[in-house]
């Protein structure tokens, strides 16, 4: 059985929507929970964030970074993926917190911020307040792939204040903080940046819950290079995450494992453009 | 007419030095010839211990007849009334402690090759296109095996064969369990478990995969679509050392390091997109097969040097002989009498070496084996660039986490009765999910037990 890619479209910058029939992922994704692509028999297994899952479709947000996000986004002949599988991980609990904040600055945390808007928007005695980042204005999404029109109270940052607020969403983050308008926050997207929004809200003693998908194989909990330390105790991030305390992290560690594969990643690119130049 | 004259038929291999640059099988397997001498050995005892020794009770005399009489088909279809899977029992079922131990000419010299038997007659049908139909009498009744490793594949075929309508799940992208993602392609090719997990489709059982029990479908509209459940989960979660170091990059858990090479295969990337760091010193902590595993992989993806790290010495060593031996045969190292103290690291993260404690043999523990001791201030520093962590699986929690009432053992296995039953209704168990780490040909020997349970509670209602 393959999976049958509905859209494929760029959305800003490197980054592209990718949107796959999978009715019965579809139907019970929730927030906090994510699925792992496969795109060829050769593939490897992809973690990713669900931006959208309606009509038994799922949309998420890739972007072109590597090997495999690069040829999927160039093969125009490409109209099936291998598998998609999920939902994976475990998911948030929905109810009432009072004032939900999500934070993102790339692009699955912009897929997340989506979905959590959707459906926190809508459950009541929630006030849903979303920030995005993103570098400058050319980079920005159509408005539709925003949570914008989804949330309560909406902050657009562009890093070189072409557009919306200067700066990152730290910076305005701060201050709803200091007004004491936050009742819980979820981020995702760069990893240092969530590193710095845990050190941000500590001191206010906000819980902080982001997504953290350290490097996965199978992710189904079999292989454990997806560990991370959560107050030093060993967790996986595929079954226990992929959402996390950010201020039990051990974001160093993160940080530092997440640049395992580097070389080799680029060993793939080169592999790729070699084999198109032949073709 | 039987001949104890002839020695034991020695199976042809790669070459170590040929073998140690490839991901090709090493053991070449029987010649007909070779096979038929071999066979000659057999002295077709009137009450044949050998069949007492195998989980799934094959008729091991008589497709051995078969053999030494040269006709094959006979032989094959002998074994694949009891085990539709002898290409894979034949090249990983320890036989040395099962059915070859039990063989009567063992006592007076070498016993009898069953397992080169059983592989050459399997590797024969699959050459020769060697068909045979079960004839099944269709039953109503449904049946959802989870998980498709040895235990599941076992049941499924059981259970199909009694008539039930199954269906196998598998979490991964592609079917077999371990087979797929643990066991190298050296050791047992793919194309063998390929081929022999077709026999799941042939007979008739749907088998999805990419669909995980507890996260895709739950557990409960699983038991609510189905008349019985067998679990075969698996132990697949791996285990750490829980020393300083296990943050390091270049530490794997054998699990980790087999997976990236065996299902993902990394040995082949860039064509295959999932990659592997194996550095030039790899330290594999463990003696067990899979510890013999990652060691074979690590010298065949270029290490200069592979140690195995272990605490008791050679004759402890849970790995089968026959593993260990190939593995020193390929170059690899084995450093008894030591321990991990911790891993040390580089200042941008990367391992650099391992401390180890030397250890000594004190009095048998409840293991029956001796007990290692450290001895005090015999800490040493050992260079290493990669290390591979190969102490055991225990069974993962994605999928008990999402069934609670499901009763589990202190160790976090599943428990069943005598039967195979858990708690549960209706739903059985078997494999390493209940015995922990254990073999397949005993994985084999649950998933038959179970799908003789199913089928008596299926028959008879409630038990």
């Known amino acids: ?279 | 007419m039987p001949n104890i004259h002839i020695p034991r038929q020695e199976m042809p291999k790669q070459a170590p030095e040929d073998r140690r640059d490839n991901f090709n099988e090493v053991a070449l397997g029987f010649t007909a010839e070779l096979a038929q001498k071999e066979a000659q050995r057999c002295i077709q005892c009137k009450k044949p211990f050998c069949i007492d020794g195998c989980p799934v009770e094959i008729d091991i005399p008589a497709f051995i007849k078969f053999i030494s009489e040269g006709d094959f088909e006979g032989a094959l279809k002998k074994v694949r009334e009891e085990n539709l899977l002898p290409g894979i029992c034949g090249r990983v079922c320890p036989q040395e402690q099962q059915c070859e131990i039990q063989c009567v000419l063992g006592k007076k010299q070498e016993p009898v090759a069953i397992g080169r038997l059983e592989r050459f007659v399997a590797d024969w049908g699959k050459q020769t296109g060697f068909d045979d139909e079960f004839h099944i009498e269709e039953k109503k009744k449904s049946v959802a095996v989870v998980g498709s490793g040895p235990a599941s594949i076992s049941c499924a075929i059981d259970l199909r064969r009694f008539g039930y309508q199954v269906t196998l799940f598998e979490a991964l992208h592609k079917a077999g369990g371990v087979l797929q993602y643990g066991i190298p392609e050296f050791r047992l090719p793919k194309k063998i478990v390929d081929f022999e997990i077709n026999n799941l489709d042939e007979l008739g059982v749907d088998v999805k995969i990419n669909t995980v029990i507890g996260q895709h479908v739950e557990f409960d509209e699983l038991r609510g679509f189905f008349d019985a459940v067998f679990l075969g989960t698996g132990a697949g979660a791996p285990l750490f050392l829980n020393i300083e170091g296990e943050k390091l990059k270049g530490l794997y858990s054998a699990n980790e390091f087999l997976i990236r090479t065996n299902l993902m295969k990394a040995y082949k990337f860039p064509e295959y997109d999932t990659p592997i760091i194996c550095g030039n010193k790899v330290g594999v902590i463990g003696a067990g097969n899979v510890a013999m595993d990652a060691a074979r992989c690590a010298v065949r993806l270029g290490a200069d040097e592979v140690y195995i790290l272990y605490r008791r010495t050679k004759k402890q060593a849970p790995a089968r002989l026959e593993e260990l031996e190939n593995a020193l045969e390929e170059g690899v190292i084995l450093k008894e009498l030591v321990n991990p103290v911790r891993v040390l690291g580089t200042d941008d993260g990367w391992v650099r070496a391992i401390e180890l404690i030397m250890m000594e043999l004190g009095e048998p523990d409840s293991s029956g084996r001796a007990r290692p001791i450290p001895i005090e201030n015999s800490e040493f520093e050992m260079e290493l660039d990669t290390v591979v962590v190969a102490l055991g699986t225990k069974p993962n929690r994605l999928f008990l986490n999402k069934v609670p009432e499901l009763e589990t053992t202190p160790w976090g296995t599943i428990q069943v009765d005598e039967r195979l039953k858990t708690n549960m209704e209706g739903v059985y168990a078997g494999g390493d999910a209940v015995r922990g780490n254990a073999t397949v040909i005993l994985a084999l020997g649950d998933g038959r037990t179970a799908a003789r349970s199913i089928h008596a509670y299926l028959q008879n209602g409630k038990h």
């Open chain 1, 1 to 279: 059985m393959k999976y049958n890619i509905t859209q494929k479209k760029d959305i800003g910058g490197t980054d592209y929507l990718l949107e796959v029939e999978a009715p019965q992922v579809a139907e019970r994704i929730r927030p906090g929970n994510f699925v792992v692509l496969i795109t060829v028999p050769n593939g490897e297994r992809i973690p990713m964030s669900v931006q959208k899952a309606e009509d038994g479709k799922i949309a998420m947000f890739v972007k072109k970074l590597g090997k495999t996000s690069r040829a999927l986004d160039a093969c125009g002949e490409c109209t099936t993926l291998e598998a998609v599988v999920g939902p994976m991980g475990k998911p948030v609990e929905l109810k009432k917190f009072g004032n939900v904040v999500f934070v993102s600055d790339l692009v699955c945390g912009h897929a997340e911020n989506y979905l959590f808007s959707q459906v926190f928007s809508k459950i009541e005695g929630n006030h849903m307040i979303s920030m995005q980042t993103f570098p400058t204005k050319d980079e920005i999404y159509p408005e539709e792939y925003l949570a914008k029109g989804l949330c309560d109270e909406y902050y657009l940052t562009t890093k070189d204040g072409s557009v919306g607020l200067k700066g990152h969403y730290l910076e305005k983050l701060k201050e709803l903080l200091d007004e004491g308008r936050c009742d819980i926050i979820f981020g995702g997207g760069d990893i240092p940046s969530l590193h710095e929004l845990a050190k941000l809200t500590r001191p206010y003693e906000v819980p902080t819950i982001v997504t953290v998908r350290q490097i996965m194989v199978d992710a189904t909990g079999m292989c454990g290079s997806c560990r991370v330390f959560v107050s030093g105790e060993m967790k996986l991030s595929c079954i226990d995450g992929p959402m996390f305390d950010a201020t039990k992290l051990d974001f160093e560690d993160i940080i530092s494992r997440l640049g395992m594969f580097k070389e080799a990643e680029a060993k793939a690119m080169e592999w790729c453009k070699q084999q198109q130049e032949c073709k």
